[in-house]
Structures are given as C-alpha cells and as structure tokens.
C-alpha cells in the first residue's frame, strides 16, 4: 500500500526528539551562513546567488538525468541578475524555462501558490511539448494513469504508483490550502513535508521532481526570510542522488510517520548550507583580493585574466595562454604578465618545466 491510499494520509506525525539534533544544526548553520553574507558587500552576494541559482537550476535537471548546458544557465541567470559577463550566450531559451521558476518561487516566495501558478512553471519547463521523445500534456494536471519503473523491458520495477488521475485536482486543492496557509508550524519542516507530499501526488505527466524541489527552495526562501538563494539542495541531493531515491520510494511506502524523512531531509540541508558556506568564503577571498589591490591601476586584460583566476580559469596560467584568451601577442601578454608580478599580485610558479606558469600571489 502506498501513502497516498492510506486514509488521512496527510496527517503527517514526527519524533521530534528524533529530528530536534538535525534540526538544531540546520537551524544553526542557516543563521552562521546569513551573517557571513552580510559581511561580503552587494556586489558579492549577487555573485553568491548566481552560483547558487546555476548550481542549483543544473542539479536539479541532473537529478532526473537530463544535463543542461552549463554556459547557457550562466548567461540566463546573469541577464535575469542583471549581471555584466563576456561572452554571454545569445539564444538561452532552452534553459530559461528551468531559471525562471527556480527565481519565481525564490523571489516571489511570499506569493500564494496556485494552480495557474503551477501550470505557468509546467508549461515553461515544456515549452515545446515534448518531455524527452514524448509528448505530454503541458500546463495542466495529467489525465493518465502514472508509475515510476526501472529495469529492461520484461523486467520492470515498479517503484511508485501515483494515485489516479481523477483524485488529482481534489488533492492538489488540499495541498495548495495547507501550502499558503499561516498556521504556525517550523518552516523546515514543512519545506520537508512539502516535498513528500508534492512527490506524492505526481500530479504533472512530466517535471514533477523539478517542480518539487522548486517548491522546496520556495519555502526555504519564506524560512530565510529573503529572496536571495544562497545554498542549494538540490546540489546536494546530487551527490546521494541514490540514497535520495531510496528514502523516498521507502517514505511513500510507508505509513504517515515522516521521522525518517524529515530526518534525512534535514541532515542533507544542513550539508548543502555547510558547502556554501565554503563557497561563500571563496567568495571572501576574492572581495578581500579586490580589496587590498583596489587602488592598483590595471588594464583591461589584466583585470579579466585575474578574475578568471579566481573563478573558472582551467590549468595554469602561462604567457600563451594569455595571449590567446586576450587574442594579442605574445610579447604583449608577458608584459601584462611582468607588470603584475611587478605589483605583486602574479608570483611565478617554482614547479618549472618547459612553460613559465604563474599563479595569483598570497
């Protein structure tokens, strides 16, 4: 019997003494990371949440085994930022369904959340029609029967059936009332149960996972009480994808008790809050770089090489190189080259071998 045939199944029950230490910690880490933010400056903390929306947007996607095109997400979230970056990718349309509901439900969190709503977010994830090679019935709730299966043909495995297309609309009522109502209840708790019961339902054809963790990012948005996303669970899931799918498939197996996977649910947020935080501190770092080199006068090459040292720059840096992402001369990027070591802010490498190479100096 699945959760969803139980009677009263929504009346969701925990050990809280069993979830007060993940909680605690999840709590705890929210608070540390939201003052370590503060102290990076504006500038810094929309570059905090460009990662975090591009970390996110793609993960999610990956979660389901479809892979989005780095380079793409990037320019979508940074035109929607309103960030300057070279080299922006024109033609995003294929991604910006995938941005665009993750910066709905985060920026508009406080915002009731509707039907119209969900199928706005459903027919962006779908805009073609289309979910892999099949089509699906986009912008609205499914009218077919649903089941999750893995396996060769002949030798399926059923890992979910989703409750009958007609009791849809009924449950996706009671969902969306217990969703916007006010009623006091821990909000990452409820960012846990949310996800259960959205998953649950399976009320779309196709993107139900997606939309999911939207809604999740959605009330962590209301728990943080900002717009700005500055970690990502969905980043997190990535890397115990396995386990994830488990402790689901076992909580919609089960009774109403959701110890378990608030329990899991939890400890995996406190992960995903603790690895931004490392980031937020590389992050740190680069503003304290800018800093201490504010005053120094640099062209425009040199400005963009360093910046590239600091994010997404592969390999070591050495004079060819530079001379080919700058598109000048050899003799032109070793004095670029010299004039930072001059200042102090390149330091050449000791490893030696037959390229000089260069790093950022300490």
Request: charged content about 25%.
């Amino acid at each position: 019997m699945y959760l969803h045939e139980r009677d009263n199944w929504t009346a969701f029950h925990w050990d809280s003494e069993a979830i007060l230490r993940p909680l605690s910690l999840a709590r705890f880490s929210q608070g540390v990371l939201l003052g370590e933010i503060e102290e990076i400056g504006l500038e810094y903390e929309t570059e905090a949440e460009a990662e975090v929306l591009v970390s996110e947007v793609i993960a999610s996607s990956q979660i389901e085994g479809i892979a989005l095109n780095m380079d793409k997400v990037r320019s979508s979230v940074a035109r929607r930022l309103g960030i300057e970056r070279a080299g922006v990718i024109a033609d995003t349309r294929d991604v910006d369904g995938a941005v665009g509901i993750l910066l709905d439900a985060t920026q508009n969190a406080r915002e009731p959340l509707t039907h119209e709503r969900l199928f706005g977010w459903h027919e962006s994830l779908f805009s073609r029609g289309y979910g892999g090679f099949h089509h699906i019935d986009i912008g609205q709730y499914r009218v077919r029967e649903m089941q999750i299966v893995s396996g060769a043909i002949g030798h399926e495995c059923v890992h979910y059936e989703a409750p009958a297309p007609e009791l849809v609309v009924r449950m996706m009522d009671d969902f969306l009332v217990w969703f916007n109502d006010d009623v006091e209840m821990e909000p990452l708790i409820k960012a846990g149960l949310a996800h259960i019961w959205f998953v649950a339902i399976h009320p779309f054809d196709d993107g139900n996972g997606r939309i999911t963790r939207a809604l999740t990012e959605m009330l962590l948005a209301r728990s943080d009480n900002a717009s700005r996303r500055y970690y990502s669970m969905a980043g997190r899931i990535l890397t115990d994808r396995e386990k994830y799918y488990t402790v689901l498939e076992r909580s919609q197996k089960s009774d109403s008790d959701m110890t378990a996977w608030l329990f899991w649910f939890l400890i995996t947020l406190n992960d995903a809050i603790n690895q931004s935080r490392m980031s937020i501190r590389e992050i740190l770092q680069r503003a304290e770089f800018w800093r201490k080199h504010g005053g120094v006068s640099l062209n425009e090459r040199q400005t963009k090489i360093l910046k590239k040292l600091q994010s997404d720059f592969e390999g070591k840096l050495t004079s060819t190189k530079w001379a080919k992402i700058c598109r000048v001369s050899h003799d032109t990027a070793l004095r670029d080259i010299n004039d930072l070591v001059e200042k102090g802010i390149l330091a050449q490498d000791r490893s030696g071998g037959r390229s000089t190479s260069y790093r950022l100096a300490r």
